[in-house]
């Protein structure tokens, strides 16, 4: 019975025998490749952990905010979900509201029921009171603003790194082929003035220009690979938070936002203004008394 060997990749030493042969213009073609595949190689694997870190984050992320009535609750418990683009953005939603609630609030009178997430948590304390404190529209502009800020920020966070896989992929084949056009150019150039064209004489310098194409398509197919499915990643990723960006300000807006008509803004503002006159007409009866 007759049997066949299988012969082990690079058993044969194709790729050392071409390697050997190639032109000192090759062998630096070459090398470039090499580079540019570290890099790559670099990218593919920091890229896919920053992914699947993202991915698995905001997972969490999503369910723990989904889970609660306020958009401010998890702002408050100080839960981290670090990697996830979903959560910055939060965080610098957030972060923008509560400055205003503390700086620039509006005091809104309660219903009987109260209004708002917390209004039946019997909370005290000036954030929790989302019933009685909100915020102005051009207030909640700003918050808009930094939502889309931070969304653009992790976009081009996502997608840093991407140009290097998309170099190796467009650029890989073209400086393997330009190392194997140079090499045949040597290699014809030296049958010619040796007046020898043989297949012995012409086998050893054809070999050593091809190795060239062959280590750009090993870096080109892999990074090529690679930068179609991590498109298509950062794509979802990024509709996601867009989203996400989208449904955070519309909580933010029914919950911290005073959206009532003008009149009744002017009719609250005269009612504030008329109780501080009482106030103060009362303050003044309790010093002259004194």
Do not use: C
């Not at 609630?101 to 005290?124: E, F, R, W, Y």
């Amino acid at each position: 019975m007759t049997s066949f060997p299988i012969t082990p990749l690079f058993a044969d030493g194709a790729l050392q025998f071409a390697f050997e042969k190639a032109t000192t213009e090759g062998k630096i073609t070459i090398g470039t490749l090499i580079i540019v595949s570290l890099f790559s190689w670099t990218v593919i694997f920091t890229k896919a952990w920053q992914l699947w870190r993202a991915r698995r984050e905001a997972k969490k992320f999503f369910a723990s905010y989904r889970a609660t009535r306020d958009p401010l609750e998890l702002a408050r418990k100080n839960e981290d979900y670090d990697g996830a683009p979903a959560y910055e953005l939060y965080v610098a939603g957030a972060d923008e509201l509560t400055y205003h609630l503390k700086n620039n609030s509006i005091a809104v009178k309660a219903t009987a029921k109260g209004t708002g997430p917390d209004a039946d948590l019997g909370q005290t304390d000036g954030l929790a009171r989302s019933h009685q404190t909100k915020v102005s529209v051009a207030s909640f502009d700003s918050v808009k603003v930094a939502l889309e800020r931070t969304a653009s920020q992790q976009a081009l966070s996502l997608e840093k790194g991407m140009i290097v896989l998309s170099t190796a992929v467009a650029g890989g084949p073209f400086i393997g082929l330009l190392g194997t056009v140079w090499g045949m150019m040597e290699t014809f150039s030296g049958i010619a003035k040796a007046n020898s064209a043989s297949l012995t004489a012409m086998a050893p310098g054809v070999a050593g220009a091809l190795i060239a194409t062959v280590v750009g398509l090993f870096v080109a197919i892999p990074a090529m690979f690679a930068y179609n499915f991590m498109v298509s990643s950062i794509r979802a990723i990024t509709q996601e938070l867009d989203n996400f960006a989208t449904e955070f300000a519309i909580a933010i807006e029914h919950a911290y936002v005073d959206n009532r008509p003008l009149a009744e803004e002017i009719t609250a503002a005269n009612e504030a203004l008329g109780d501080r006159l009482v106030s103060a007409i009362r303050e003044a009866k309790v010093t002259l008394a004194r």
